[in-house]
């Protein structure tokens, strides 16, 4: 896995004033578990509720009080390292890791440390135009912390404890990353996976995702440079800013003969710039020691192997089969399967279909291309389509059965989209279907050459003219002539 992503390629190298500069990126993603109860307490998760509202006595940190553990939340955690191709610990342990601020009133966070639940995997992406591998070190579970909110009084700082105790998976890469576009292609991808699973929303708005993004660099076959962290970054576009802004910076700053301290930095998107919070801490600081009132978390592998039955097909396999039983292409297939809606609607439009596996990439044109371009320009998700995965897959229908040109097919589409209808019905009634009864055709071909008697003379000595008798043809037959028909009637006529 090192060794495809350790040699950086020349196009991922940023030329500086004393040559080219290798970028090294790793993340630790923060990703809130899909649950509707916290990870040791029975309170509600709902996100937006009035503050301090869904504040239990443990989540409050109340003395006495003693965490339970929310097999819910757990399970999540064990399908997440299942989705990540990765190792899943029978044996875990939650730790305490000491810090004070004032949204964390326990004065520690319960978190693992030595020993996660989850172990080493990997993530495949497709970046910087090739298939890549980035490996993950390791999956905790641990609390999310309260909200300190600081701008509604001039005097005042307020907290809501609501997120406290929320169920978090820290997800943390390997430093296997060399771009920008490699990290937004990650981070794209793991939310992906997330999705596919159930185990967290990936609402990136809300928070529920976010990443701490690991940047150094040093010159192509030199040791690690000193990293700096990033902190809370929450969205994919600002986590392509600040690795280039970060990587910039620490250039400049060794071209002038400085050296980078380790920091923690906070990205400002509104400057385009990251700046100094507090200088890095190490994991001593935060004086970890197991959580005496948890016991070590044990599993059987029975109860892993029963999870694993039930995972659902994931976007790497899904986009193999696409391509395998459909003929897509990579890209193709990959833009169906970037969210699941997009692909299980494709799937029911293949469904539709009298021959699916012939007509499933006709299909695919058709949903990537003419449904999703509409979808994108009306701002609009495909769980708010006004065409029904069933009006599409009967319209492909009827251009796989030569029932209407594709071209008519557009202007079915439309009458779709606007007014609904059933496709075959609207077809019929409108006298929209292909004239393939060679007899009409032959007569506008006729009059087609009868009329331009000196665009036929230049055909005999040009034959890509015949595309202009096919227009001809095409338009006074409004677009219902079969073109094949047509085609192959105007060679034989102007013997091209
Ligand atoms: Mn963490």
């Not at 006495?64 to 553990?69: R, S, W």
């Not at 001039?154 to 060399?178: H, Q, T, W």
């Not at 097909?313 to 169906?336: H, M, N, Q, T, W």
Request: one cysteine or more; glycine letters at 8%; charged letters at 30%.
């Amino acid at each position: 896995m090192q060794d495809k992503t350790s040699q950086a390629r020349s196009s991922n190298l940023i030329r500086g004033e004393t040559g080219e500069w290798e970028v090294i990126i790793g993340l630790e993603v923060h990703a809130q578990v899909a649950s509707r109860s916290k990870l040791f307490s029975g309170s509600s998760t709902a996100f937006g509720a009035e503050p301090n509202s869904h504040v239990s006595l443990v989540d409050a940190a109340m003395p006495g009080m003693l965490p339970v553990i929310n097999a819910e939340c757990v399970a999540q955690a064990i399908r997440t390292g299942l989705g990540l191709r990765a190792e899943i610990n029978l044996r875990s342990v939650f730790d305490r890791k000491n810090y004070f601020y004032p949204d964390l009133p326990q004065g520690y966070q319960i978190s693992q440390y030595k020993q996660p639940i989850v172990g080493e995997g990997e993530v495949e992406i497709d970046a910087d135009g090739e298939t890549m591998r980035v490996g993950i070190e390791r999956l905790h579970l641990e609390q999310d912390a309260g909200k300190s909110i600081h701008d509604q009084h001039p005097e005042f700082s307020y907290v809501d404890l609501n997120r406290s105790g929320i169920a978090l998976m820290e997800i943390v890469s390997k430093p296997d990353m060399r771009s920008a576009k490699q990290a937004q292609a990650y981070v794209t991808k793991l939310r992906t996976i997330l999705r596919y699973l159930g185990t967290c929303d990936g609402d990136m708005e809300k928070g529920n995702l976010r990443a701490d993004v690991n940047v150094s660099v040093r010159k192509p076959g030199d040791q690690l440079g000193t990293r700096c962290e990033i902190k809370n970054v929450n969205s994919i576009r600002f986590i392509g800013q600040a690795v280039d802004v970060e990587a910039r910076r620490q250039i400049e700053i060794i071209e002038d003969g400085g050296t980078i301290d380790q920091e923690t930095r906070l990205f400002d998107p509104q400057k385009g710039e990251t700046r100094s919070m507090r200088s890095k801490e190490e994991a001593h600081d935060y004086r970890y020691f197991p959580d005496p009132d948890l016991l070590p978390l044990e599993f059987k592998a029975d109860y892993v192997a029963e999870l694993k039955k039930h995972l659902p097909e994931l976007p790497d396999e899904k986009r193999a089969r696409f391509i395998a039983d459909y003929g897509l292409s990579p890209y193709d297939a990959s833009v169906l399967v970037a969210e699941r809606e997009n692909a299980d609607y494709f799937e029911a439009v293949v469904a539709m279909l009298k021959d699916g596996l012939r007509d499933g990439k006709l299909a695919a044109n058709w949903v990537n291309n003419e449904l999703f371009g509409r979808l994108n320009k009306e701002g609009l998700d495909i769980a708010r389509s006004p065409v029904s995965a069933r009006q599409l897959g009967g319209l492909v229908d009827l251009i796989s059965s030569d029932v209407i040109s594709g071209k008519i097919a557009k202007d079915l589409f439309e009458i779709l989209w606007t007014e609904g209808g059933d496709p075959a019905g609207i077809v019929d009634k409108r006298g929209m279907k292909q004239v393939t009864d060679t007899g009409a055709i032959e007569k506008a071909v006729d009059e087609i050459i009868a009329a331009n008697p000196d665009k036929v003379e230049q055909a005999k000595a040009k034959p890509s003219m015949l595309g202009w008798f096919v227009g001809q043809v095409m338009k006074t037959t409004g677009g219902k002539a079969n073109p094949a028909v047509v085609n192959e009637m105007l060679k034989r006529k102007l013997g091209v």
